[in-house]
């Protein structure tokens, strides 16, 4: 089946630096991946969308600077939290869509938990 | 408005019987696709099952099926001979163009 995976899993560090989380499509290639944060018992909210080769499209009220996403070859996309403050920490979750799959299904990576000092 | 809600905040389940998760949805377009996902403690979301708005049949997937009522708009999720291991979040969710969107989730707990 399609896999995704997300590094890294953990993540603690300090107020005012960055972190850097990778997001890749193990077995097949996605144009397309999408970027959610989830607080705990809640619902997934999309971020942004990374398109490969072209800009992400951030959702409302998503701070492009503040979470840079970088999509650059058709496995991997990237999303750095420039400056993390503590009410950034969060549950980071990454998808990747699959074109060849039926109803284009989103297959999603493990996560990343953040903890911001 | 292109919505998706689930009303069941929490279920419980005797082990080895069979559950029904509420989905309902509202969209205008006539091409969609609905899914659900399952999200245990560790927090990786699982692809279940897929239903498209112009399949004439309900998905089924192994133990899973979708109770899929097109009139009605609802697309419940249907686990039978529920197993410890069912116990976990499970979301329904929406495929608009470009993005998925996720219904509030429903904690379902499987009792031995």
């Known amino acids: 089946g399609a896999v995704v995976s997300q590094h890294p899993s953990w993540v603690i560090c300090k107020s005012g630096t960055s972190v850097k989380i990778e997001c890749r499509s193990l077995?097949?290639?996605?144009?397309?991946m999408f970027w959610y944060r989830q607080f705990p018992k809640q619902s997934l909210m999309l971020m942004a969308t990374?398109?490969?080769?072209?800009?992400?499209?951030?959702e409302q009220g998503v701070e492009k600077d503040k979470f840079l996403i970088n999509h650059a070859s058709l496995t991997l996309s990237t999303l750095t939290v420039t400056s993390a403050h503590p009410e950034d920490s969060s549950f980071y979750i990454c998808?990747?869509?699959?074109?060849?799959?039926?109803?284009?299904?989103?297959?999603f990576g493990p996560g990343t938990r953040l903890l911001v000092l | 408005a292109q919505k998706i809600t689930q009303t069941q905040p929490g279920m419980f389940v005797q082990e080895k019987e069979a559950v029904t998760l509420d989905c309902t949805y509202d969209?205008?377009?006539?091409?969609?696709?609905l899914f659900w996902y399952k999200q245990p403690s560790s927090g990786e979301m699982i692809f279940l099952i897929y239903?498209?708005?112009?399949?004439?049949q309900n998905a089924t997937e192994g133990r899973y099926s979708l109770n899929f009522q097109k009139a009605r708009k609802s697309a419940n999720l249907v686990i039978s001979a529920s197993q410890l291991g069912d116990s976990a979040m499970y979301f329904c969710?929406?495929?608009?163009?470009?993005?998925?969107?996720f219904g509030q989730g429903t904690t379902l707990q499987v009792k031995p």
């Open positions: 998808s990747a869509r699959d074109l060849g799959r039926e109803g284009e299904t989103q297959y």
């Open positions: 077995d097949f290639q996605a144009t397309t």
């Open positions: 990374s398109n490969e080769g072209s800009k992400a499209t951030y």
């Open positions: 969209t205008s377009d006539p091409s969609y696709g």
């Open positions: 239903q498209g708005s112009y399949d004439q």
């Open positions: 969710a929406m495929r608009l163009p470009g993005k998925l969107i």
